[in-house]
């Protein structure tokens, strides 16, 4: 039986953590897989795990016209890969991103079994995004809920990033099972809890205001200028670089833009404490911040958002301080208080490592993605 999976992106980055660093390479282990991309980087094939990365090129023109060649061009691509199935094979196609969705449908009524991978509420995120404009964000979303459930309804099978996700796709597709973006331990396992300074902050990840960088920064003029900030990430808008470049605290900012694996690790192993602090939004009420989970690998300190869910987490581990994300005071007198008493800090910094070598483990993660995937090839062989 030829048994091959197909994960298809043009969104994401081809090395991107949660696609190709964890459940791409999970899937690896046991069968054959190709990731599908649109960079312009080029295709690679790895011989060590048999695995491919294929890239269909860079489509040119607007987002509309982008999507629309990436349809063909996907389409194209799974027609001569369908030409050569035989009989007795599986061709599974795992796709990532909201914009391809009724290419999903597409593979899925020419026989493909076909996986969706839900990484976020996506309808509720658009009510939140800024470039939509306010009287279309509605119907927008509204639209984009009945495409996903139409489409969900008809295909192989759901990935959810969270139990939220998870539970509203199970009452249109039962094959629906919560894969959460836990981290890989081995990447932070090594990181010193014993830090060079103890007055170094760090946030890493997309940088806007919704993800609380104003407050942030305010709360750096509060504290003085020997506290530091490593800020990693790409910057959502040129409104947002131009405001942080010209804030009084830019001069107590390490900025080091977009970084690598290697580039995360030292930033944290650079850092003291780990912020999460994003703004309320029912889009975040209910998510599974994967920075939250690396800072606590990393053993850092966190200071986090005081969302119900967020708050059982940081709670139960013991592990940093929550604070409303809109109080710049909140925010200053909790990095205080971690940055200055040494004895909490490092009491916060084990318990969040103990907690994620615990209970927020990829490898946990990835016992679920194969055993989801066991099934559509049970089902192959058992009609075979």
Excluded at 343 to 348: A, G, P, Q, T, W
């Amino acid at each position: 039986m030829y048994n091959n999976i197909f994960h298809i992106t043009t969104v994401h980055k081809r090395h991107d953590v949660r696609v190709y660093l964890k459940e791409f390479k999970s899937l690896s282990k046991q069968y054959e897989c190709s990731l599908v991309v649109s960079d312009g980087l080029g295709s690679v094939f790895n011989a060590d795990d048999n695995s491919r990365i294929v890239d269909i090129g860079v489509a040119p023109g607007n987002r509309l016209v982008r999507v629309v060649q990436n349809y063909r061009s996907i389409l194209d691509f799974a027609n001569k890969h369908s030409n050569v199935q035989s009989a007795n094979s599986v061709m599974v196609a795992h796709f990532h991103d909201p914009e391809n969705l009724f290419l999903a449908y597409m593979l899925s009524k020419r026989g493909w079994v076909v996986v969706w991978d839900s990484h976020e509420d996506f309808p509720r995120q658009l009510l939140f995004k800024t470039w939509i404009p306010l009287f279309i964000r509605k119907p927008f979303s509204f639209f984009t809920e009945m495409l996903e459930n139409f489409v969900v309804k008809r295909i192989s099978g759901v990935v959810a990033a969270t139990p939220l996700i998870e539970e509203r796709f199970k009452k249109l597709n039962p094959n629906t099972v919560c894969v959460k973006n836990y981290p890989i331990l081995d990447e932070f396992i090594g990181i010193p809890f014993e830090k060079k300074s103890s007055k170094v902050i760090c946030y890493i990840g997309s940088i806007n205001f919704e993800r609380g960088i104003k407050e942030l920064l305010d709360a750096l003029v509060v504290l003085g200028a020997d506290y530091k900030l490593i800020l990693c990430g790409v910057f959502d808008a040129q409104e947002t670089e131009n405001y942080v470049r010209a804030h009084a605290a830019w001069a107590q900012l390490d900025y080091r833009g977009m970084v690598d694996r290697e580039g995360v690790c030292q930033a944290l192993a650079d850092s003291n404490v780990g912020m999460v602090t994003l703004h309320p939004s029912p889009n975040q009420f209910e998510a599974l911040p994967i920075k939250l989970f690396e800072y606590m690998a990393a053993g850092l300190p966190v200071v986090a958002s005081n969302f119900p869910l967020w708050e059982s987490i940081v709670n139960e581990a013991g592990c940093g301080k929550l604070v409303d994300p809109l109080s710049v005071k909140e925010i200053a007198v909790a990095i205080r208080d971690i940055c200055e008493n040494v004895d909490l800090s490092s009491r916060y910094a084990r318990a969040g490592r103990e907690a994620a070598l615990a209970n927020y483990s990829w490898a946990s993660e990835e016992k679920v993605l194969l055993k989801f995937y066991e099934g559509f090839f049970a089902d192959a062989k058992s009609k075979s």
